[in-house]
């Protein structure tokens, strides 16, 4: 088995020189790893600096959205051209660290039918606000969507191709990370999680957790895009 992982990248020019040796930890544990950066639209220098800097990484490469469509579009754009078997994605922002995939992998390595497996990371370290937030976001899709869900957007996410392949209408916004967890669970996958730690962001800030205001605004897409998912997989 083959393993990719996606990165979505919005104007993340200063995170790049760290993320990318991290990134290099992942393609040396895993042999044959391939991660793809995805620059999603970047107005910064995101564009200069992975043109400078991919070609002292073998094994990663890039891929350009020309127009920022959302987070989740970055991700399928990145998706769509990974060659794995493994598919996986995480954040850039350096809360969590590439390299963490490779314990991932090894759960599909391990695993008599990796097909059938669905593999997230665990988040510990972070502020006790977040926590409070993330278990109440936890209970009311647990509630609404009839599946314990917990800790949604906790990164890594990882699953074979032939699940990805049964998609349709994927969100390209961040409701993707609940997408993937929910659909997984309708589908009877096996659940694997293991501890991520989730440290502090190198540049830059959230683009929704920055205050309660934003948090109210993320719930309020969250609440919508949720009762659209469970009335359209409840069709299907």
Aim: aromatic residues 12%.
């Amino acid at each position: 088995m083959n393993l990719s992982l996606v990165i979505p990248c919005y104007n993340e020019a200063k995170n790049l020189p760290l993320l990318l040796p991290r990134c290099a930890e992942l393609t040396a544990a895993v042999s044959g790893a391939e991660v793809i950066l995805v620059d999603n639209g970047s107005c910064d220098e995101t564009p200069e600096v992975l043109a400078e800097l991919l070609s002292q990484f073998p094994g990663c490469r890039s891929v350009r959205v020309e127009v920022n469509q959302g987070y989740g579009f970055g991700i399928l754009s990145g998706l769509a051209a990974a060659t794995g078997d493994i598919l996986s994605w995480t954040h850039a922002d350096m809360q969590t660290n590439p390299s963490d995939v490779a314990k991932g992998f090894a759960l599909f390595a391990e695993a008599p039918q990796p097909e059938n497996l669905f593999v997230k990371g665990r988040r510990y370290g972070r502020p006790l606000a977040d926590v409070i937030f993330t278990h109440g976001m936890s209970l009311f899709e647990t509630l609404l969507l009839s599946h314990a869900l917990f800790d949604i957007n906790a990164q890594p996410t990882m699953f074979h191709r032939a699940f990805f392949k049964t998609w349709q209408r994927p969100p390209h916004d961040f409701s993707l990370d609940l997408f993937a967890y929910y659909s997984a669970k309708r589908a009877g996958l096996a659940l694997r999680r293991f501890p991520v730690q989730f440290g502090a962001r190198a540049h830059g800030a959230s683009h929704w957790n920055v205050n309660w205001r934003g948090k109210l605004k993320f719930i309020r897409r969250t609440l919508d895009y949720s009762f659209r998912l469970r009335r359209e997989l409840s069709n299907l």
